[in-house]
């Protein structure tokens, strides 16, 4: 490094050496009379909704950071009140800085472009009593000067909107008496690991905090009249505070527009972006999230179009790489970097999730920006990714079912292995709501083949777990898409199966001409194992509706013909139809004779599941006759290993007789307790009864 050598003409009456400077030499004067003590924090914001945790947390670090002059970044998605939150703190933290604040809004993500540390620079030197003729001088130079000005001061310095570190690292003073806070829809992790930065992620507002900014902001009498719409409102608005005050301007500036108006309005999806803007176009929601969105890299531009398309609740890795079309590695990087821009959440372990807002911006981008021959493959990949899933966790889960065959493309990625039941079982929890969501998808894309495969690959999943209300909806889509495609067999299959689903919700009337029909396409179509199943099906149902006689012809003929099919699953499944058939007739012994041989055929298959529910019908023809020790020997034992096995409904049932068994013999309150868990279970799955929860 060569020698500095300084010339200046004039007078100066302090001169600051900043080492070798390539931008040039400075002068100044750091105090120069007559400059007053800068107070530069914008207006504090309306309505101001409670916020004690962040505001705590901002107190915290400010008190913690002793002699370390590290910022602190409050960074969180467009919207979700970064601005409004330092802003409130800041005027309640401004007496501990009596040498003043300043203020920049670096425009991170505006339109209109970001500000740079340059200019930022020249802003605040000039607040600190800079003339401009002084500040012809590089950005170095500058940063330089603005240390050397701030050193031993008290000040707070507010940054806000930045969206890169390279916006903020000039603009961080060296003094520790200084404090800076940073705002930023980035993580600005360089800023973190570098700078010693103390981040603090918002999130949106509480159920009742949100709740609370409304009758703020559009009148407490208003908003308390319309609790219940108001809630709702709250909801649609996804608790994201800017959408909530629009909401709210929404109702102040129009008194005839009721709560339940606007929500009705907002229920919408496609138009509720519309619905939440203001006069300022540049307020809106939409606006807002287009900064970030313009912001992002293509390849993350992409990533983030492409995810609009999804519709589920949240998306995991894996099929996040298959809509992609990415390996692995380089879905988690893009992934990775929607969550820096906070435009994506991951909210669990490799499992990320939208904003409801930003969802629905995103599915805008991908129709109007994406191309469709490109939204076209990638749905294609998302739907067979599912289907390949759906088809290796119901072959786990449920092994012993027949299935339909079907052909399937191979998948482009790789799609989960299971190594248990269990485990097969925890993945369709986790990804119950995005299946749904995928045969929707597939219906409304007119994608028919998928959308009858989907439900047709998820029967065994949807047998164990019981989810009515998902049976029955992808049943009604794939049966339109079997339809339209004039697959008798797809459409036979699927009529067999949501009979099941309609016959557990009761309607008896639906489920009896499902059945009719699929009995009459399998008759005409094949397989005959698919025709003994529906005639099984049939007898079930019959049982039910009390007609005993039709019950005990179609069951025997079933009977029949899984027996000559050598079908011993069908039989021993059909056998257990008869006995709760001979149950409700009063012949407990030959119900008991055909349980038994049905409980024979299950231990000699290992099919678990099975026998637990042998056992607890066991249980209940026992109790009948009177032997009450072995019966609740049974229960108990089908209760231990339907738990064991997650089998919640065949726990409920075996619940339901251990209770009424119980009660039989004077035992009450155990009985009471028994029938209470057993109406729990059908309650978490949706499933009618006539017990009091």
């Not at 998808?441 to 777990?465: I, K, Y």
Request: hydrophobic share 45%; net charge negative; charged share 25%.
């Amino acid at each position: 490094m060569g020698e500095a050598r300084n010339e200046f003409a004039g007078t100066a009456g302090n001169v600051v050496q900043a080492g070798h400077i390539s931008g040039g030499v400075h002068f100044h004067q750091p105090a120069r009379p007559g400059v007053p003590v800068p107070r530069q924090l914008p207006a504090r914001i309306a309505h101001f909704t409670d916020r004690t945790g962040p505001l705590a947390r901002l107190d915290s670090w400010l008190d913690d950071a002793g002699d370390h002059a590290a910022a602190g970044l409050v960074v969180g998605s467009g919207g979700i009140g970064k601005s409004s939150l330092i802003t409130h703190w800041a005027h309640r933290a401004r007496e501990r800085f009596p040498d003043g604040e300043l203020f920049v809004d670096l425009r991170g993500y505006h339109d209109q472009g970001r500000c740079s540390a340059d200019e930022a620079l020249e802003r605040l030197l000039r607040s600190l009593g800079v003339p401009g003729e002084e500040l012809a001088i590089g950005t170095d130079a500058k940063a330089a000067l603005y240390r050397s000005l701030l050193h031993g001061r008290r000040m707070l310095i507010v940054l806000d909107n930045a969206a890169t570190a390279d916006q903020v690292r000039p603009l961080l003073p060296g003094s520790p008496t200084c404090r800076v806070v940073v705002t930023s829809r980035s993580h600005l992790t360089s800023l973190t690991t570098g700078e010693g930065a103390h981040r603090m992620s918002l999130d949106v507002l509480p159920p009742e905090h949100a709740l609370e900014l409304l009758r703020s902001a559009a009148g407490a009498e208003r908003i308390d009249a319309e609790r219940d719409a108001a809630a709702e409102l709250a909801d649609y608005c996804g608790h994201l505070p800017l959408a909530l005050r629009i909401a709210a301007e929404r109702l102040a500036a129009a008194e005839h527009l009721g709560v339940a108006e606007l929500v009705e309005e907002l229920a919408d999806e496609r138009a509720r972006l519309d619905a939440l803007t203001t006069d300022d176009d540049a307020g809106a929601v939409r606006a807002v999230l287009s900064w970030s969105y313009r912001s992002l890299p293509a390849e993350s531009a992409r990533a983030f179009r492409l995810l609009g398309l999804v519709g589920g609740p949240d998306v995991e890795l894996d099929t996040a790489a298959a809509l992609l079309d990415l390996p692995r590695a380089g879905a988690r990087r893009v992934l990775g970097a929607l969550v820096g821009a906070h435009l994506l959440d991951e909210h669990r372990p490799k499992r990320y999730r939208f904003h409801d807002l930003t969802a629905l911006y995103a599915a805008e981008c991908a129709q109007r920006d994406e191309p469709a021959p490109e939204r076209d493959a990638a749905v294609q990949r998302l739907l067979s990714w599912y289907l390949h899933a759906a088809i290796a966790a119901a072959w786990c889960a449920a092994p012993e079912f027949s299935r339909l065959p079907m052909r399937t493309p191979d998948p482009d990625v790789e799609v989960p292995e299971f190594a248990d039941r269990l485990s097969a079982l925890r993945w369709y929890d986790a990804e119950r709501e995005n299946l749904l969501a995928a045969v929707r998808l597939a219906g409304e894309r007119e994608q028919h083949v998928h959308a009858w495969q989907l439900p047709t690959a998820l029967f065994g999943l949807l047998l164990v777990r019981r989810p009515l209300a998902d049976w029955i909806e992808t049943h009604r889509i794939g049966l339109a898409a079997a339809r339209a495609l004039a697959d008798q067999r797809a459409e036979a299959w699927l009529l067999t199966s949501s009979a099941i689903a309609h016959r557990h919700l009761r309607e008896s009337g639906t489920a009896l001409r499902e059945l009719e029909r699929a009995i009459e396409l399998w008759q005409r179509t094949g397989p005959a194992w698919a025709h003994a199943w529906a005639l099984r099906d049939l007898g079930e149902l019959q049982v039910g509706m009390g007609r005993d006689a039709e019950a005990d012809e179609v069951l025997e003929r079933a009977l029949a013909a899984h027996v000559e099919l050598g079908d011993d699953y069908g039989e021993a499944t059909t056998l257990s139809v008869l006995a709760k058939a001979e149950h409700r007739l009063g012949q407990h012994e030959e119900a008991l004779d055909h349980l038994h041989r049905a409980i024979e055929i299950r231990r000699a298959r290992g099919d678990a599941r099975n026998e637990a529910s042998c056992l607890h019908h066991i249980g209940r023809a026992l109790g009948a006759l009177g032997r009450t020790d072995e019966a609740l020997t049974h229960l108990h034992r089908a209760i231990e290993q339907h738990e064991q096995l997650d089998s919640r409904f065949g726990e409920a049932e075996a619940r339901e007789f251990l209770g009424g068994l119980l009660q039989d013999v004077g035992r009450s309150a155990e009985g009471r307790e028994q029938l209470r868990l057993a109406a729990e279970r059908y309650d978490e799955l949706g499933v009618p009864h006539d017990l009091a929860s």
